[in-house]
């Protein structure tokens, strides 16, 4: 068991189709459908923890392992690649730069 409360390391990828069988322990671990489509995969020093499935957040963690705030940062970063990228002009403007016009 990882005890994510100390110095562990997290890693947060995509998902390939060798996690298959992580994403399989993970969901019966936690009485859960497996996820499908794109998914986000967590592991804390090197080990599967929890995973979010990016088109709408459902998310497999094991129950063994502390991982709530894992789940909350997949599920963050599951948004921002839901959300439409922002036209240059809009981030320009925030940014208070203008678009120079020919």
Not at 56 to 83: C, E, H, K, N, Y
Request: hydrophobic share 50%.
């Amino acid at each position: 068991m990882v005890d994510m409360t100390t110095t562990s390391s997290i890693t947060i990828r995509q998902a390939r189709s060798g996690d298959a069988s992580a994403l399989d322990r993970l969901a019966a671990l936690d009485s859960a459908r497996p996820l499908a489509g794109d998914v986000l995969l967590a592991e804390a020093d090197g080990r599967p923890v929890a995973a979010v499935a990016v088109t709408d957040g459902a998310a497999i963690a094991d129950p063994f392992t502390p991982s709530a705030d894992t789940v909350a940062v997949l599920r963050m970063r599951a948004a921002q690649l839901r959300a439409p990228a922002a036209p240059r002009r809009t981030l320009l403007r925030f940014a208070g730069l203008r678009v120079a016009s020919g």
